[in-house]
């Protein structure tokens, strides 16, 4: 075999195997490549009182919108120049899910009437049925909410105690971590410190989150006797509105 040829031979040999390396490269894209969490623990541990007020907040949204709602059908008509009393008999048809149309996704198909906007000039008329719409997908939304009270309490209640069980685990864990490290003999002052500041925080947290989750939890319980209260508020707001146009005649 001639020098150049096994020259040839050697750098063949050299070069392949780095072509099948590539894969084990930190830069890749393969997800099973990827780290088990990027999540700091002690920032998971901050966010679960947020997480926890988000499932009251799911629950008591829809009770809090009846005031809302009940407020913009009677300010609506002065604002966009609307028959009131068309607007209310809409907003009570769309109460009890007999409003003509439908709603898919939010997405609002619902015929309005068209005396509702029989005074609105011509240029206002499709920004002030649009605000119809809207309005009427958000009265649906909220009486699906009330009604679903009870079970959305169920679902809030569960989440909320999962919640507090996975604050319960983070704090074991953080804790267990830290105090590991403070038991080094070897351990500076300020690194000390600085440990000993994180570990307060998780204590401080673990306490915080113990009560909040009480709260959460009683608070939530209540929430099916206000739901009925709310519906029974929204339907006496809107009870006029199918006659109101009659007694107009």
């Known amino acids: 075999m001639t020098r150049t040829a096994l020259l040839l031979l050697l750098s063949v040999?050299?070069?392949?195997?780095?072509?099948?390396?590539?894969?084990?490269?930190?830069?890749?894209?393969?997800?099973?490549?990827?780290?088990?969490?990027d999540v700091d623990p002690l920032e998971e541990l901050k966010s679960i009182p947020d997480q926890i007020q988000a499932e009251v907040d799911m629950v008591l949204q829809p009770i809090n919108d009846v005031d809302v709602v009940i407020d913009m059908v009677a300010a609506m008509p002065g604002e966009l120049g609307l028959d009131a009393a068309g607007l209310t008999a809409m907003a009570k048809a769309s109460l009890e899910g007999s409003v003509s149309g439908s709603v898919e996704n939010g997405e609002a198909s619902i015929e309005i009437d068209a005396a509702i906007t029989a005074d609105v000039?011509?240029?206002?008329?499709?920004?002030?049925?649009?605000?119809?719409?809207?309005?009427?997908?958000?009265?649906?939304?909220?009486?699906?909410?009330?009604?679903?009270?009870?079970?959305?309490?169920?679902?809030?209640?569960?989440?909320?105690?999962?919640?507090?069980?996975?604050?319960?685990?983070?704090?074991?864990?953080?804790?267990?971590?830290?105090?590991?490290?403070l038991a080094n003999p070897?351990?500076?002052?300020?690194?000390?410190?600085?440990?000993?500041?994180?570990?307060?925080?998780?204590?401080?947290?673990?306490?915080?989150?113990?009560?909040?989750?009480t709260?959460?939890?009683?608070?939530?319980?209540e929430l099916p006797a206000k739901g009925k209260e709310a519906l029974v508020k929204i339907t006496a707001a809107f009870a006029g509105g199918a006659s109101a146009g009659g007694d107009a005649g």
């Open 13 to 37: 040999a050299l070069t392949a195997p780095m072509t099948g390396c590539k894969k084990n490269d930190k830069g890749s894209d393969n997800p099973d490549d990827a780290s088990e969490s």
């Open 121 to 181: 000039a011509a240029e206002a008329k499709a920004e002030a049925e649009a605000k119809i719409k809207e309005l009427m997908v958000k009265i649906q939304g909220i009486v699906t909410g009330l009604k679903e009270t009870p079970e959305r309490v169920t679902t809030a209640t569960k989440n909320i105690v999962a919640l507090g069980a996975k604050a319960t685990t983070l704090t074991g864990k953080l804790t267990a971590k830290l105090q590991g490290k």
């Open 186 to 213: 070897m351990l500076k002052a300020d690194a000390k410190a600085s440990l000993q500041a994180d570990l307060d925080v998780v204590m401080k947290l673990d306490a915080d989150i113990k009560t909040t989750v």
């Open 215 to 221: 709260d959460a939890k009683a608070s939530v319980t």
